[in-house]
């Protein structure tokens, strides 16, 4: 298929926008820059808009406001999937980008694009996903800047070789807080306020990078817009 007519079936440009676009050197195809209307693609080229990946299999990107007893697992198990709640074709291809756990709510992303997913999930991004957290124990005074250093220096958690990466601590109250990761260890939150003989109660994420949920009530899922898809 021609390049024109690829950019006209993945985004909302016309053909005559598309060869705009071309023009302007905004499209890749397997990494080269082309302003050739011509050039032919097909389902596996790599075409880039904007340094947004482009497919005609359909490549999605959605968020959702993750209920408590709905696991982010692709397989059955004791739980309903987040994926039930989505009513779309092929759901099946989504996965989660990273997970939360069974009982945490909140913010969970998903996609069939792993390149995209691995961006929003890799360390090295520094992308922060900020957690509300209900503590079992006031944590304040000394401890409060004591747990505040830790967390900043990173803490090393049992059964891991290396130190979690420096985390950002806020007390909203004294058993209310708000932990900003940039990584995402097997219940590192939990695990985190464990190391310094707290307990976690109930924990929601509120944002992803600069994702955050706005009005979106638990169980409700939207695609992202392209801005959002793009930020990553
Ligand atoms: N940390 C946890 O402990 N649980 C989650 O679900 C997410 C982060």
């Given amino acids: 298929m021609r390049l024109d007519k690829f950019l006209a079936d993945t985004t909302d440009l016309t053909r005559s926008l598309a060869k705009k676009a071309l023009h302007r050197e905004e499209v890749s195809v ?7 209307p011509a050039t032919q ?18 490549l999605r990107y959605l ?4 209920p408590a007893g709905v696991e982010c697992s692709a397989r059955q198990g004791l739980y309903p999937l987040v994926r039930d709640l989505i009513e779309l074709p092929n759901v099946e291809r989504l996965q989660t980008v990273g997970r939360l756990d069974v009982d945490t709510t909140g913010l969970v992303l998903l996609s069939d694009d792993g390149q ?12 922060g996903k900020v957690y509300r957290v209900s503590l079992s124990e006031p944590l304040e005074g000394a401890a409060l800047v ?3 250093r830790d967390f ?10 290396k130190p979690t990466r ?21 219940h590192q939150v939990k695990r985190m306020f464990a190391a310094i003989g707290n307990h976690v109660e109930a924990l929601h994420r509120e944002s992803v990078g600069p994702l955050t949920l706005g009005e979106l009530a638990p169980g409700e899922w939207r695609e992202l817009t392209r801005e959002e898809i793009a930020a990553f």
């Fill in 30 to 36: 397997d990494g080269q820059v082309t302003k050739n």
């Fill in 41 to 58: 693609v097909d389902a596996d080229s790599e075409v880039h808009w904007l340094g947004q990946r482009l497919s005609l299999v359909g």
């Fill in 63 to 66: 968020m959702l406001n993750k």
């Fill in 116 to 127: 995209w997913s691995h961006r929003v999930t890799s360390p090295k991004r520094r992308c």
């Fill in 146 to 148: 004591e747990a505040q």
């Fill in 152 to 161: 900043a220096e990173g803490i090393l958690l049992d059964g891991e070789d």
């Fill in 166 to 186: 420096p985390a950002e601590l806020l007390m909203r109250t004294s058993c209310d807080a708000e932990l900003t990761l940039y990584e995402g260890k097997y």
